[in-house]
């Protein structure tokens, strides 16, 4: 049988979905191929199965081959095959019982991308205080790196190069920092919030004509491992206005709770847990919905997105599978330093 080295992309059929996640956040593959025990290839599981299999609520306890692939692309052994692989980024070679023996990679897939970042780092950071009273919130060092220019760096290492940042509470400490980006081999551009304009209306002050779109938008406080590239793909297959990342969160009640029907009890379920996709901040926003903020006034993202639902907008929402923290206040700031 054929050693796979555990730097290969492969997951066992008798592993669980949460396996699966945690395999492929720390990939830059971003696909699985499901293998038996002599490395039979059965399936194959990629971003889109996972996002597919939070929307569908599906618990992570589950087998991986509940949300597998089952006709994966793959290639035979001792033959020629090189012309085919220039549109995917990995894919198996098998031999007669299809058993893994390799793999083909393409490395080409991976470029820059020309989309702009726009990061919101002008809040005060009340809940951090007296952390932030002299250092704004994306400046505060998580194992001794700014969490500004960590969430920067994600991106350069996904191919993301121009970024602009909204400053206001101790903004020149973020601009003396990071400058114009050439440190980073990145273009960062700022804006200059006079008053507290909240989540969206700095929005108003982007420069369209400067401003490759659709606009990736994250608060400058959320450390994630998320795949930006995949997020702009979903973005643009979808011809989505707005696309919202969401998260998956688990709520245990300490409670057994009576379940029944009018007045007679059906049942008692003993701690439910409770399932929520909530907001995890970061967006992609096409250039037209963006025209309809009026300029200088303050606006929250949760005021400006229900006033577009009302309109019909195309809005979608991204599940995110991958590690995703909030530095939201102190202890999220102590258990992750």
């Known amino acids: ?37 002599t490395n039979k290839l059965l399936g194959s599981i990629s971003s889109g199965d996972l996002r597919r299999s939070i929307r569908k609520k599906i618990d992570l306890k589950d087998s991986v081959e509940k949300i597998m692939y089952r006709k994966p692309k793959y290639f035979r052994q001792n ?3 090189s012309s085919s692989v220039k549109d995917f980024i990995c894919i198996p070679v098998v031999n007669k019982k299809r058993e893994i023996v390799d793999f083909k990679f393409n490395t080409n897939l991976i470029r820059n991308k020309k989309n702009t970042v726009f990061l919101m780092a002008g ?12 250092t704004p919130k994306p400046l505060l060092k998580i194992k001794g790196i700014p969490i500004i220019e960590r969430i920067i760096l994600n991106f350069i290492d996904q191919g993301f190069k121009n970024f602009i940042i909204s400053v206001n509470y101790l903004g020149h400490k973020i601009k003396k920092y990071l400058g114009n980006g050439k440190r980073l081999k990145v273009n960062i551009k700022y804006i200059n919030e006079k008053k507290f304009l909240g989540t969206a209306g700095s929005l108003s002050l982007v420069d369209f004509k400067k401003t490759v779109f659709p606009l990736i938008l994250t608060n400058s406080d959320l450390l994630s491992d998320i795949d930006y590239n995949n997020l702009v793909d979903y973005h643009n297959k979808k011809k989505a206005d707005i696309t919202i990342c969401g998260k998956n969160k688990f709520f245990e009640m300490p409670y057994g709770e009576i379940l029944q029907n009018h007045e ?4 008692i379920k003993e701690k439910p847990k409770i399932y929520h996709l909530i907001n995890a901040g970061v967006y992609i926003m096409d250039k037209n919905i963006l025209k309809s903020i009026v300029k200088n006034k303050k606006l929250m993202m949760n005021e400006f997105i229900t006033h577009q639902i009302k309109k ?17 206040n102190k202890l999220d700031y102590k258990n992750n330093k």
């Open 312 to 328: 019909n907008k195309k809005i979608f929402c991204y599940p995110i599978y991958e590690n995703w923290i909030d530095i939201g």
């Open 1 to 37: 049988m054929y050693n796979l080295k555990k730097k290969f992309p492969i997951i066992y059929n008798d592993q669980n979905i949460s396996e699966a996640i945690n395999k492929i956040t720390k990939s830059k593959i971003k696909i699985l191929f499901v293998v038996n025990k």
């Open 123 to 134: 809040g005060r950071g009340l809940r951090l205080m007296p952390l932030t009273k002299k």
């Open 79 to 81: 033959t020629n095959n």
């Open 264 to 267: 007679k009890v059906k049942a």
